[in-house]
């Protein structure tokens, strides 16, 4: 078993000596004990808790599905929208009820919440029957404060860091596809994110260790990385490097899929546009977030482009990356959003065509200038336009799909479909997810599949032959 957790200190501590003696001394506390994690909000939570399942599993403690049998319960909680912040309080009810049949239950919340004193003061005030509040960039931490909670009653908050965490030996959820963050935090301050208040300021990693991270997961038999970040492309500036050059590098691996997400149109050069156009293991396929297709709500939200810029992107990609899928975010309803401004939404997602988006109402973030901005619009027409705004993506995600009818394409093969015990599943190099008829021997594979069927959301399609990358 790797020891993350170990290893983080390590390079933390530079001595290593006074974690070690803390493990030995006190690991058999933990030996056995069962955590339930659960997770909230973007890939980049779910990668978080692949760290967490390390560090817990490091110290002997056994996963377990069933809330009722934890000894350790972990909520790693999203701050992004306000339902997800509901979703985390919701269950917390259930914690709360466990905790009180079972006084020796520790409860830890940990991701972006954590790293809101005001949300952390709400929720600490209003459950205080909560052990661990931990910030995203203190995880390594975690190990450390749960023995001591299991010794004596102290509540650590952390606050930010701007430590950034080179290579770390993770156990991942997957064997095909692994997430590597190439950096952290985000410096843009969209007027309605909370992200920068919680992740803190851009933080890049070294690009030795990150292509030595994924020759590493290349060796392992890995087949796919998604480089991570919360604004991926503006990588390097504040260590001399840049994206483009990063992903030459990683796409020299060889490794056969590279992603990443997520991507902010100001920061998107014309050398990454050559870099994936060179690479054949660079996936044709962009999340470019557009938020809005109204000049006045773009300014509103601080997002430093025009529509006219962000079409200009947009077309350069499409004429220069064959194939290239490009799906968005969109918000409704953003503060002083009129209807002519929803219509020039509409607009862009017609001139745009995107082969799927995200959309959102938008929704107050204590803290962040937006929440701060007047709003009349009524919740009735927000959900109005989102509807329609919806109809509309989702008759151009279905267009885009469409085109695949009888094609052959590659797809990576990622395990049992869960709708079809029949089938497996997998992704294209476009990110479109398909329902395959085939045998379970290819998960893991990259296949060619003969598409049958399409819909908004995935396709269907049949098992042809092991697919080989040109
Ligand atoms: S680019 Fe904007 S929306 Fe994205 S994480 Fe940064 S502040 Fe938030």
């Known amino acids: 078993m790797h020891l993350p957790d170990l290893e983080i200190a390590k390079k933390r501590n530079k001595s290593d000596n006074k974690y070690i003696e803390l493990k030995e001394n006190y690991e058999p506390v933990l030996k056995g004990k069962k955590y339930f994690l659960r997770t909230y909000g973007c890939q980049m ?13 490091a110290l002997g403690l056994e996963n377990t599905s069933d809330v009722n049998n934890a000894d350790v319960i972990v909520l790693n909680t999203c ?9 985390v309080t919701g269950f917390l009810g259930k914690c709360h009820y466990l905790k009180k049949h079972n006084p020796n239950l520790k409860i830890v919340i940990a991701g972006c919440m954590s790293e809101q004193p005001d949300v952390v003061n709400e929720i600490m005030k209003k459950h205080q029957y909560i052990d661990i509040v931990i910030g995203t960039h203190n995880l390594y931490d975690l190990p450390k404060l749960l023995i001591e909670k299991f010794q004596k009653q102290v509540i650590e908050v952390y606050s930010e860091s701007d430590e950034v965490i080179e ?21 843009k301050f969209c007027t309605y994110c909370i992200v920068p208040y919680t992740r803190g300021k851009e933080r890049s990693r070294k690009l030795e260790s990150i292509v030595d991270e994924v020759i590493k997961l290349k060796n392992e038999g890995y087949k796919e990385v998604t480089l991570l970040g919360q604004n991926v492309n503006a990588y390097g ?15 020299k691996t060889g490794i056969e899929r590279i992603r990443f997400v997520t991507s902010h149109p100001w920061n998107f050069t014309d050398e990454m546009i050559d870099v994936i156009s060179k690479y054949k293991n660079v996936m044709p396929y962009i999340h470019l977030p557009i938020q809005s297709g109204s000049n006045k709500i773009l300014k509103r939200m601080n997002r430093r482009y025009t529509k006219e810029e962000y079409f200009e992107l947009f077309t350069k990609m499409k004429e220069r990356i064959p194939n290239v899928a490009i799906t968005t975010d969109i918000i409704v309803g953003f503060p002083s959003e009129t209807e002519e401004d929803f219509k020039d939404t509409l607009e862009m997602v017609k001139k745009c065509e995107f082969d799927g988006a995200y959309t959102f109402i ?22 109005e336009r989102l509807q329609k705004l919806n109809e509309l993506v989702n008759f151009y995600s279905h267009a885009s799909n469409q085109k695949l009818l009888g094609k052959e394409v590659e797809v990576l093969i990622l395990g049992e479909s869960e709708k079809d015990n029949n089938k497996v599943y997998g992704y ?7 329902n395959v008829n085939g045998p379970k021997s290819i998960i893991g594979e990259i296949v060619s599949v003969k598409i049958t069927d399409a819909k908004s959301f995935s396709l269907d399609g049949d098992y042809v032959k092991e697919g080989v990358l040109s």
């Not at 959820?173 to 952290?184: L, P």
């Not at 500036?237 to 796409?251: K, P, Q």
């Open 45 to 57: 939570n779910v990668h978080d808790s692949e760290a967490i399942r390390n560090y817990l599993e």
């Open 362 to 383: 938008f929704s107050k973030r204590e803290g962040t200038p937006a929440a701060r901005m007047e709003d009349h619009t009524p919740m009735k027409v927000k959900e």
């Open 237 to 251: 500036h504040d260590i001399g490097e840049t994206f483009s050059h990063l992903l030459e590098c990683v796409a």
């Open 428 to 434: 294209t190099d476009t990110m479109k997810l398909v």
């Open 167 to 187: 290579g770390i030996n993770y156990t991942r959820d997957s064997k095909y596809t692994a997430w590597v963050n190439i950096m952290y935090g985000c410096d």
């Open 79 to 87: 701050a992004i929208r306000e339902n997800a912040k509901d979703k």
